[in-house]
T-cell receptor, first 113, second 111 residues
Framework: NAGVMQNPRHLVRRRGQEARLRCSPM?????VYWYRQLPEEGLKFMVY????????ESGMPKERFSAEFPKEGPSILRIQQVVRGDSAAYFCASSQSMNTEAFFGQGTRLTVV | DAKTTQPPSMDCAEGRAANLPCNHS???????VYWYRQIHSQGPQYIIH???NNETNEMASLIITEDRKSSTLILPHATLRDTAVYYCIVRDPYNNNDMRFGAGTRLTVKP
């Protein structure tokens, strides 16, 4: 049973480009959480999604960031017009249901140059 | 954001038990206590969770006080590979279900 898969593991973008980060949850998991971690800082909650629905996006920046979790395929975190401050590790986690443990992927390291 | 308070750092001797405290004095009746750890910059690893009873698995034990305002994660025989940042979070599956992390405790296991 494969774990949570995130790709790419490393992503380099120039300022102004778009970054698309993908998260494939564990088999049978329909809940996905996205987090951002700046260097030497803690995990900051961004968004919580269930299949086709955004449940809580209170941690998402108001502009340039969006997330989706379609009926088929991985969850996508999209960052438009990236800036240097977007450089961070982005982690996703998935859980089977509301009250079961969530498991994390190994993250995508985004570097904006 | 986080509803928990943890000491910023702790040391533990290799082979000894590591006891990591967590304060969650505002915990509500539906909220579970979860523990995760993050080794270097890897993805956080799930350790254990509980509601009100003490829990044990192959990794650790979780002791929750009767009033549920605090808990302790116990690693019974710490090894050097247990050096990590340990996060205690509370999670209400019936109200948004989000998981918000605090700063955690940086545990250093020393030989």
């Amino acid at each position: 049973n494969a774990g949570v898969m995130q790709n790419p593991r490393h992503l380099v973008r120039r300022r102004g480009q778009e970054a698309r980060l993908r998260c494939s949850p564990m088999k049978g998991h329909s809940h996905v959480y996205w987090y951002r971690q700046l260097p030497e800082e803690g995990l900051k909650f961004m968004v919580y999604l269930q299949k086709e629905n955004i449940i809580d996006e209170s941690g998402m920046p108001k502009e340039r960031f969006s997330a989706e979790f379609p009926k088929e395929g991985p969850s996508i975190l999209r960052i438009q017009q990236v800036v240097r401050g977007d450089s961070a590790a982005y982690f996703c986690a998935s859980s089977q249901s509301m009250n079961t443990e969530a498991f994390f992927g190994q993250g995508t390291r985004l570097t904006v140059v | 954001d986080a509803k928990t308070t943890q000491p910023p750092s702790m040391d533990c001797a290799e082979g000894r038990a590591a006891n990591l405290p967590c304060n969650h004095s505002t915990i509500s009746g539906n909220e579970y206590v979860y523990w995760y750890r993050q080794i270097h910059s890897q993805g956080p690893q799930y350790i254990i969770h509980g509601l009100k009873n003490n829990e044990t698995n192959e990794m650790a034990s979780l002791i929750i006080t009767e009033d549920r305002k605090s808990s302790t994660l116990i690693l019974p025989h710490a090894t050097l590979r247990d050096t990590a940042v340990y996060y205690c979070i509370v999670r209400d599956p019936y109200n948004n279900n989000d998981m918000r992390f605090g700063a955690g405790t940086r545990l250093t296991v020393k030989p």
